[in-house]
């Protein structure tokens, strides 16, 4: 690969004749190695060092910037590195420690790495990848740059697990679209929470003319189409005890019969599975069988719900946005609307986010901006309890009514008082001191009150001036 390139630097005494015998390897085998300084271009470094300290760990959370770019650490084989200190490197951000006193040896692990880092993130700009994802957080950057060099780089089968509408079939898609086969065929996608325990058989494996009633002609299963390609089975934690063990056999086998018939047919595919149930903890249980789940989980991934990942609401919320007005300018997003988006709570996730940029834009008229007043009414937030928020059109509307049936202005305001003072003490079950509080009045005011014959916890008096009230 051409133009490898990385930084070198040197942290808490590694020794610098063995930092320049690094430099001079890595530029054997083609690799440019530039001082780190403000302005440098590579994401690839190379931090040598010979003990772990504070001040290295430090310097790799600094110079991963949260894990945007990787860093190699290369342990000086004077020092002392134990198996824990490894493990906070990589917490504190390195993507990998080598300790090897041969320093071309390591120049030549540093090297492949940084060629395949490389190609990932060639393959990552892409149009046909990066219009499938737009997220820019740091976690959902470095989630998708791992499936896709797992994707690249192995035929592992991959377990994708989530919540509902988080994009697990997206990453199949992204899979699929990255495997490196170059002869594969299609990707054929199953959804496991619509096969019935009766024609699960004929769904997975096909069935002959005749095999049972209503089969009129010869049928391919999934696993005969997925024959050469990538088979996605969605939701996989749907699927019945009886109907892993079907799918087991043939997983392993790589082979199947169809219903009705005594061939085997063998099959050849990349499977890929996914679930928003915890798989494990259905394998503890018994609900699911842990030679299947072993046998597909060769690669396991997480995508994060989007409350863990507040940075992508607003790239994703644009991005909905262009592709609702795919023959036009999109319209930008207000500043209270993107206020709106980044505070409320998405139980659905992405496909949640993406029916709340829908529904601003049915409302949208005009060119330039989707103001507040394009968020549905029964969408707006919850008003802060010391705002008059409860002076609107529902508080307005009985309001109107009693002026037009003759009631005055005195006789409003005492209506209000009383079904107030009714329904906090209704709500407080008769404990006038909690009511008080409540209402910003003494307990001693509501005593009073019924001394006076006036109501508090029975239903509101009517007809007081022949006037009847809600």
Same mark, same amino acid.
């Given at each position: 690969?051409?133009?490898?390139?990385?930084?070198?630097?040197?942290?808490?005494?590694?020794?610098?004749?063995?930092?320049?015998?690094?430099?001079?390897?890595?530029?054997?085998?083609?690799?440019?190695?530039?001082?780190?300084?403000?302005?440098?271009?590579?994401?690839?470094?190379?931090?040598?060092?010979?003990?772990?300290?504070?001040?290295?760990?430090?310097?790799?959370?600094?110079?991963?910037?949260?894990?945007?770019?990787?860093?190699?650490?290369?342990?000086?084989?004077?020092?002392?590195?134990?198996?824990?200190?490894?493990?906070?490197?990589?917490?504190?951000?390195?993507?990998?420690?080598?300790?090897?006193?041969?320093?071309?040896?390591?120049?030549?692990?540093?090297?492949?790495?940084?060629?395949?880092?490389?190609?990932?993130?060639?393959?990552?700009?892409?149009?046909?990848?990066?219009?499938?994802?737009?997220?820019?957080?740091?976690?959902?950057?470095?989630?998708?740059?791992?499936?896709?060099?797992?994707?690249?780089?192995?035929?592992?089968?991959?377990?994708?697990?989530?919540?509902?509408?988080?994009?697990?079939?997206?990453?199949?898609?992204?899979?699929?679209?990255?495997?490196?086969?170059?002869?594969?065929?299609?990707?054929?996608?199953?959804?496991?929470?619509?096969?019935?325990?009766?024609?699960?058989?004929?769904?997975?494996?096909?069935?002959?003319?005749?095999?049972?009633?209503?089969?009129?002609?010869?049928?391919?299963?999934?696993?005969?189409?997925?024959?050469?390609?990538?088979?996605?089975?969605? #939701?996989?934690?749907?699927?019945?005890? +009886?109907?892993?063990?079907?799918? /087991?056999?043939?997983?392993? *086998? @790589?082979?199947? $019969? %169809?219903?009705?018939?005594?061939?085997?047919?063998?099959?050849?595919?990349?499977?890929?599975?996914?679930?928003?149930?915890?798989?494990?903890?259905?394998?503890?249980?018994?609900?699911?069988?842990?030679?299947?789940?072993?046998?597909?989980?060769?690669?396991?991934?997480?995508?994060?719900?989007?409350?863990?990942?507040?940075?992508?609401?607003?790239?994703?919320?644009?991005?909905?946005?262009?592709?609702?007005?795919?023959?036009?300018?999109?319209?930008?997003?207000?500043?209270?609307?993107?206020?709106?988006?980044?505070?409320?709570?998405?139980?659905?996730?992405?496909?949640?986010?993406?029916?709340?940029?829908?529904?601003?834009?049915?409302?949208?008229?005009?060119?330039?901006?989707?103001?507040?007043?394009?968020?549905?009414? #029964?969408?707006?937030?919850?008003?802060? +309890?010391?705002?008059?928020?409860? /002076?609107?059109?529902?508080? *307005? @509307?009985?309001? $109107? %009514?009693?002026?037009?049936?003759?009631?005055?202005?005195?006789?409003?305001?005492?209506?209000?008082?009383?079904?107030?003072?009714?329904?906090?003490?209704?709500?407080?079950?008769?404990?006038?001191?909690?009511?008080?509080?409540?209402?910003?009045?003494?307990?001693?005011?509501?005593?009073?009150?019924?001394?006076?014959?006036?109501?508090?916890?029975?239903?509101?008096?009517?007809?007081?001036?022949?006037?009847?009230?809600?």
């Amino acid at each position: 690969m051409q133009n490898v390139s990385c930084w070198l630097h040197t942290v808490n005494g590694a020794s610098e004749p063995r930092q320049g015998d690094l430099t001079k390897s890595l530029a054997k085998r083609g690799v440019k190695v530039e001082p780190l300084q403000s302005g440098t271009l590579t994401h690839f470094g190379v931090c040598t060092f010979c003990i772990n300290t504070p001040e290295l760990r430090g310097f790799l959370r600094h110079a991963t910037r949260g894990g945007e770019d990787r860093v190699i650490a290369v342990a000086d084989p004077r020092g002392s590195l134990g198996g824990q200190a490894c493990w906070d490197l990589l917490q504190a951000g390195a993507s990998d420690v080598l300790v090897n006193p041969d320093h071309d040896q390591v120049a030549e692990e540093i090297k492949s790495r940084i060629e395949r880092w490389q190609c990932v993130d060639q393959l990552l700009k892409e149009p046909s990848i990066s219009s499938l994802f737009v997220a820019k957080s740091h976690l959902s950057r470095a989630i998708v740059r791992d499936i896709v060099d797992i994707a690249r780089f192995s035929t592992a089968n991959v377990l994708i697990l989530g919540e509902t509408g988080t994009g697990k079939e997206i990453v199949a898609k992204l899979i699929h679209l990255v495997d490196s086969r170059p002869d594969k065929r299609d990707l054929v996608i199953l959804d496991c929470s619509t096969v019935v325990q009766e024609l699960s058989g004929s769904e997975f494996f096909g069935h002959e003319r005749g095999a049972f009633t209503g089969a009129i002609t010869e049928r391919h299963g999934a696993f005969a189409l997925a024959n050469g390609g990538t088979l996605f089975l969605d #939701e996989i934690g749907e699927l019945s005890l +009886p109907l892993q063990a079907q799918l /087991l056999r043939a997983v392993q *086998e @790589g082979a199947y $019969k %169809r219903v009705g018939g005594n061939t085997w047919r063998r099959s050849q595919f990349r499977l890929l599975c996914a679930t928003n149930r915890d798989l494990w903890n259905l394998v503890r249980k018994g609900e699911f069988r842990a030679d299947l789940y072993y046998r597909i989980a060769g690669f396991v991934t997480r995508l994060p719900p989007l409350r863990e990942r507040h940075e992508d609401i607003i790239p994703l919320a644009e991005h909905f946005l262009r592709q609702a007005c795919p023959n036009c300018a999109a319209p930008k997003l207000d500043e209270a609307v993107r206020d709106y988006l980044l505070r409320r709570e998405y139980p659905g996730n992405v496909r949640d986010l993406q029916q709340a940029v829908l529904r601003l834009t049915y409302r949208h008229a005009g060119q330039r901006s989707l103001s507040i007043g394009c968020i549905p009414p #029964e969408e707006w937030p919850v008003c802060d +309890p010391s705002e008059n928020c409860w /002076l609107d059109l529902h508080f *307005e @509307g009985p309001i $109107k %009514r009693a002026v037009g049936l003759g009631a005055g202005l005195k006789e409003i305001g005492r209506a209000a008082e009383d079904v107030a003072i009714r329904c906090v003490t209704e709500e407080e079950e008769g404990n006038l001191q909690r009511a008080a509080r409540r209402l910003g009045v003494t307990d001693r005011a509501l005593q009073l009150r019924r001394a006076n014959g006036r109501p508090i916890d029975q239903g509101l008096l009517t007809n007081r001036t022949n006037h009847h009230f809600p």
